[in-house]
């Protein structure tokens, strides 16, 4: 069964732009960028659309629908009225390219200033071990597709473009706590996600959560946690009387020395 759906695209560039009308037939079972694409081809060719997959797996086509950052084609029609008008715009906390593109390089250039995976040494046999609950613990966050809907949905950034500099955003939050929870890794990253990273400017209204298509609990099981590690290193009494006997360092070898 088909229908004639009432989309409405942004069209534009970095100089500006407005939202078009794109009457367009669909049929039952399609999904937004379906009619995306329709649309590419029978009306506007040169309508610029950044996709890959189509399956929800290689977060290419984030776009924001009636408002809401959405992947496109994960976004049914079936969800909506048919009647109902369905409007499409670019990202809103990034640049645009055109049309429907955006340039997501602020991502790439925050992933830079994490320090990667670093694991001791080997044990005599070549090998590295951790128990299996520790394995499990951060298989959720390695889920993440890097869409970045929840870079984009995030206030911090989507309001305030000058908090880019200091701050990495949810994305980046939750690969710190991959890291900082992983243990086998030696590097603490504690400082750098609190000042650098801007870790204390979200004040964790979840929005980021609830974008994921993934299903990550971003604030609940990342954000939170790295939050009270923080919090942990410099106001635990415990970690404060430890620092007075004997300062903690590791060694070249990943060895911890009081």
Same mark, same amino acid.
């Given at each position: 069964?088909?229908?004639?759906?009432?989309?409405?695209? %942004?069209?534009?560039?970095?100089?500006?732009?407005?939202?078009?009308?794109?009457?367009?037939?669909?049929?039952?079972?399609?999904?937004?960028?379906?009619?995306?694409?329709?649309?590419?081809?029978? +009306?506007?060719?040169?309508?610029?659309?950044? %996709?890959?997959?189509?399956?929800?797996?290689?977060?290419?086509?984030?776009?924001?629908?009636?408002?809401?950052?959405?992947?496109?084609?994960?976004?049914?029609?079936?969800?909506?009225?048919?009647?109902?008008?369905?409007?499409?715009? *670019?990202?809103?906390?990034? *640049?645009?390219?055109?049309?429907?593109?955006?340039?997501?390089?602020? =991502?790439? &250039?925050?992933?830079? &200033?994490?320090?990667?995976?670093?694991?001791? *040494?080997?044990?005599?046999?070549?090998?590295?071990?951790?128990?299996?609950?520790?394995?499990?613990?951060? +298989?959720?966050?390695?889920?993440?597709?890097?869409?970045?809907?929840? +870079?984009?949905?995030?206030?911090?950034?989507?309001?305030?473009? @000058?908090?880019?500099?200091?701050?990495?955003?949810?994305?980046?939050?939750?690969?710190?706590?991959?890291? @900082?929870?992983?243990?086998?890794?030696?590097?603490?990253?504690? &400082?750098?996600? +609190?000042?650098?990273?801007?870790?204390?400017?979200?004040?964790?209204?979840?929005?980021?959560?609830?974008?994921?298509?993934?299903?990550?609990?971003?604030? @609940?099981?990342?954000?939170?946690?790295?939050?009270?590690?923080?919090?942990?290193?410099?106001?635990?009494?415990?970690?404060?009387?430890?620092?007075?006997?004997?300062?903690? =360092?590791?060694?070249?070898?990943?060895?911890?020395?009081?």
């Amino acid at each position: 069964m088909s229908y004639t759906l009432k989309l409405r695209i %942004w069209r534009g560039d970095k100089d500006g732009g407005a939202v078009e009308d794109f009457p367009v037939e669909v049929s039952e079972g399609e999904v937004v960028l379906d009619a995306i694409h329709r649309v590419q081809a029978t +009306q506007a060719g040169d309508l610029a659309v950044r %996709w890959n997959c189509k399956a929800g797996k290689c977060g290419s086509c984030s776009a924001e629908v009636n408002g809401r950052p959405r992947l496109m084609c994960m976004c049914r029609l079936s969800d909506f009225e048919e009647d109902e008008v369905i409007t499409v715009t *670019p990202m809103r906390s990034f *640049p645009v390219i055109r049309d429907l593109v955006t340039d997501v390089s602020f =991502n790439y &250039e925050k992933a830079k &200033e994490l320090p990667s995976f670093s694991p001791p *040494p080997r044990d005599a046999d070549g090998k590295r071990r951790m128990a299996q609950v520790d394995v499990e613990r951060g +298989q959720e966050f390695r889920k993440c597709i890097e869409c970045f809907l929840c +870079q984009n949905v995030c206030h911090v950034v989507r309001d305030h473009e @000058d908090n880019k500099k200091a701050f990495a955003g949810p994305r980046f939050f939750l690969r710190y706590a991959e890291l @900082d929870m992983h243990p086998l890794d030696t590097h603490d990253r504690r &400082e750098l996600a +609190q000042g650098a990273a801007g870790l204390g400017m979200c004040n964790i209204t979840k929005c980021c959560t609830e974008v994921c298509p993934e299903g990550i609990h971003i604030t @609940d099981n990342a954000i939170i946690p790295m939050k009270e590690r923080v919090v942990d290193k410099k106001f635990d009494p415990l970690v404060w009387l430890g620092n007075k006997i004997g300062i903690r =360092n590791k060694d070249n070898d990943g060895r911890t020395e009081v």
